[in-house]
């Protein structure tokens, strides 16, 4: 079973950064389109970036410009750079494959913009 362990989150003030990671256990997180998703508060999860198996990235128009996800197959691991955070920011942030339905998810990493 694929067990998905995210990192990297914290307080931040508006306008600052951050670098999320997500490690997979297994071989196949290469096979996958991967994704970050956010959950706010009193809000449904949804999927603000997602990469390809070749690289390929799209995002949510909320982030666009401002976020980069990216990832390194050679160890499993998918990444976000969060720059210009602003307070709607806020929420836990979780990875997972994009297609054939999530892995169990993650307990995600609290990210909180605020001054």
């Known amino acids: 079973q694929v067990q998905l362990v995210e990192t990297g989150g914290g307080l931040v003030q508006p306008g600052g950064s951050l670098r999320l990671s997500c490690v997979t256990s297994g071989s196949f997180f290469r096979f996958y389109v991967m994704g970050w998703y956010r959950q706010a508060p009193g809000k449904q999860r949804e999927l603000v970036a997602r990469?390809?198996?070749?690289?390929?990235?799209d995002y949510a128009d909320s982030v666009k410009g401002r976020f980069t996800i990216s990832r390194d197959n050679a160890k499993n691991t998918v990444y976000l750079q969060m720059n210009s955070l602003k307070a709607e920011d806020t929420g836990v942030y979780s990875c997972?494959?994009?297609?054939?339905?999530?892995?169990?998810w993650g307990k995600g990493t609290q990210v909180t913009v605020s001054s």
């Open positions: 990469i390809t198996i070749d690289g390929s990235t």
């Open positions: 997972n494959r994009v297609s054939y339905g999530p892995w169990t």
